[in-house]
């Protein structure tokens, strides 16, 4: 078995909410190797969303340990975190959440810009990323003389632009028509296979077919697809592909 | 991309709010330069008026005053007892104990003549002293002299003889070496243009004919008014020969003391009548300064409202931005880079806000400074004023900004991003 590139382990997550507890993830655990791309499917409210947030390193769990390429997440400082996230994770938001006051092109190079690259690198970086994703015509726009679909691969070029081994995407095609989103899901297909591990939550079945695995999300809780429940004990998972 | 260009890309893009930003800084900037600066022209224009009278210490004749009041009606002023000095009062003077302290006397008569149906003022000095107190005069250009550059030989009283006077110059040395005595006459510049005089015409007073060797500059003062003349001439013409009517006398402080001095004049001339000019300009001094302090106080004031807005404005600029510093922290920036932006931002406007502020401010005194003081004072353009004013909003826009970058760390990105 190939050693896994995340390592989800046992994550709980409780909010309080007028003065009561409420468990949003009840112990989830999941493992993922390097190269797989994961949907995660789920009802709004069904932790999905949260749990991204915990594997972007932007939410800490209550209980339990993310383990991204042999690093546990939450033992880094708060800074070291953010150095994490620029290197390891490119993130895709919904709504693409691209800076408005800057062009296509200055988007893809934000997470260049704490970097130590000369600006001659980072703007050759930021160009073969636009030129990959088809929108290296359109660099010098502004997010509001872009398509939807535009928007989206602008998203995704700035989320790989560091090279990062992993992306995470939150309901990616929420906000596109089904013909975009299946260009864009086309996107994401392509960045899969040249290596990279995609996690990606969406509650579109559609786009699970562009994914080697689905798992879902219910009541805090991971299930596989077409399975009923997925154990989070460690000594009773199941293989299932690259999900352990 | 760097963080600055963020910056300024942000500023570019909320205009409106970085201008409302920019003008709680321009206020409370241009507040504390155009106080600043008034008070400063407020200062010289002061010492100038001081120095006007190059004499720091003034003796006149002691004269009773009283008041009367008819049926609610005051006629005040009336004097009575009425004293004189004479040239004896400068013997006196000279032989005290402190008279080294003494550098300049001056002993002056003022008399009222008509010409041409106008009243004018003669004032009769020993000229050369008097330039001596007040280094201000100068003669006019020779090209303000309308014709008669060279001037007519003229007799002097001295001998008898006539002497050609040298040809005008604007120089002041040379308006000290001017023969100003016997008939030998200085004018003032609006009372040569009221009579309608230049260097080398004549002048009849009393039957008397005087030439007219020099005129003034035009300088605010009284001098501007009157014809100066020899003091022996002007006791002549007016017929109060050994009369004086003002002694002044400069004084050098830093050989005796002014009070012991003071008092031997008193008690050599008990009839004389002594105003201390720089007593009475420490009095001044006094008034400014505390004037200064209230000046200083308001500019705080302002400075700290200006300070709020900008605080205010920021704040509520980076809770709209909320979504943004989400997106920034989850693509990897961190919290310190965050606040880097924030300060950028700030230090940027404030140093527009310390140029408009220090432009602003002196505008402001330019148009005050007429009104205020003497027209003839130019406002100053201090480089280091408009240096201090860049470091004073800079100052007060970081800590301004201080608040709100705080708060921007404080954001928290998944709230941010609505991932929940």
């Known amino acids: 078995m190939p050693k896994p590139l995340i390592i989800i382990d046992n994550i709980k997550k409780t909010y309080k909410s007028n003065g009561e507890d409420v468990n949003v993830l009840k112990g989830i655990s999941l493992n993922i190797c390097k190269g797989e791309s994961v949907a995660i499917m789920g009802q709004s409210g069904s932790g999905k969303s949260t749990l991204l947030s915990i594997l972007g390193g932007l939410n800490p769990p209550t209980t339990g340990r993310i383990i991204i390429d042999d690093i546990d997440l939450y033992n880094l400082s708060q800074e070291k975190r953010s150095d994490f996230r620029r290197e390891y994770l490119g993130f895709v938001f919904q709504q693409f959440q691209l800076i408005p006051y800057l062009t296509a092109l200055e988007n893809v190079m934000l997470p260049l810009t704490t970097t130590n690259y000369s600006a001659k690198i980072k703007l050759e970086k930021a160009e073969k990323v636009l030129e990959q994703v088809g929108l290296i015509e359109a660099r010098h726009r502004l997010p509001n003389q872009l398509a939807g679909g535009e928007q989206e691969r602008v998203a995704i070029a700035r989320a790989i632009v560091n090279e990062p081994p992993l992306i995470l995407a939150d309901e990616p095609t929420g906000s596109l028509d089904t013909k975009t989103g299946n260009s864009i899901m086309d996107l994401f297909q392509e960045l899969n296979e040249s290596g990279l591990t995609i996690l990606m939550v969406t509650h579109n079945p559609r786009n699970t077919s562009y994914m080697k695995q689905t798992v879902t999300m219910k009541d805090g809780l991971l299930r596989l697809e077409n399975e009923d429940f997925l154990p989070n004990e460690p000594d009773i998972k199941a293989m299932y592909g690259g999900i352990v | ?110 008399g009222v003549l008509q010409i041409k149906e106008q009243n004018v ?50 120089t002041r040395m040379e308006l000290t070496s001017l023969p100003i005595f016997g008939s030998n006459i200085l004018l003032g510049a609006v009372i040569a243009q009221n009579l309608d005089l230049n260097t080398g015409d004549s002048l009849e007073l009393n039957g008397q004919v005087f030439s007219v060797v020099g005129i003034l500059q035009e300088n605010a003062t009284q001098e501007d008014y009157q014809i100066l003349m020899d003091i022996a001439a002007a006791q002549d013409l007016l017929g109060r020969p050994g009369e004086v009517n003002v002694i002044e006398l400069g004084l050098d402080y830093s050989l005796g003391s002014e009070d012991i001095l ?142 709100p970058a705080n708060l921007a760390t404080k954001l928290d990105p998944v709230i941010a991003l609505r991932f929940i």
């Open chain 2, 1 to 110: 991309m760097t963080l600055m260009q963020i910056a300024l890309k942000n500023i570019r893009r909320r205009i409106s709010k970085m201008t409302f930003i920019l003008l709680g800084l321009v206020i409370g900037i241009s507040t504390i330069v155009s106080v600043y600066s008034i008070l400063e022209i407020m200062k010289t224009d002061m010492t100038k008026h001081v120095s006007e009278y190059g004499a720091n210490t003034v003796l006149t004749a002691d004269t009773g005053e009283i008041a009367f009041t008819y049926g609610g009606i005051n006629i005040p002023e009336v004097l009575y007892d009425v004293k004189k000095m004479t040239m004896e009062d400068i013997s006196v003077i000279d032989q005290l104990p402190l008279r080294s302290m003494i550098r300049v006397i001056s002993p002056k008569i003022f």
């Open chain 2, 121 to 170: 003022i003669v004032s009769g000095s020993d000229l050369k002293s008097d330039f001596a107190l007040k280094p201000w005069f100068k003669l006019k250009n020779d090209s303000d002299i309308t014709n008669n550059s060279e001037i007519a030989p003229t007799e002097s009283t001295e001998d008898g003889e006539y002497v050609e006077a040298p040809k005008l110059d604007l």
């Open chain 2, 262 to 403: 003071l008092a031997q004049i008193k008690t050599a001339l008990p009839e004389v009548k002594i105003t201390n000019l720089r007593k009475a300009s420490l009095g001044q001094d006094e008034m400014l300064s505390n004037l200064t302090r209230f000046g200083v106080s308001v500019s705080i004031l302002i400075l700290l409202i200006g300070m709020l807005v900008v605080a205010l404005t920021m704040s509520a600029a980076v809770r709209e931005r909320t979504r943004e510093i989400g997106i920034f922290r989850a693509i990897g920036f961190r919290k310190s880079h965050i606040v880097k932006i924030i300060l950028i931002e700030g230090f940027f406007i404030s140093v527009i806000g310390g140029i408009i502020g220090y432009i602003t401010g002196m505008a402001v005194t330019i148009i005050a400074v007429p009104l205020l003081v003497d027209n003839s004072l130019t406002v100053q353009w201090h480089p280091w004023l408009l240096l201090a004013a860049i470091a004073l909003s800079v100052i007060i826009g970081a800590l301004a900004s201080l608040y």
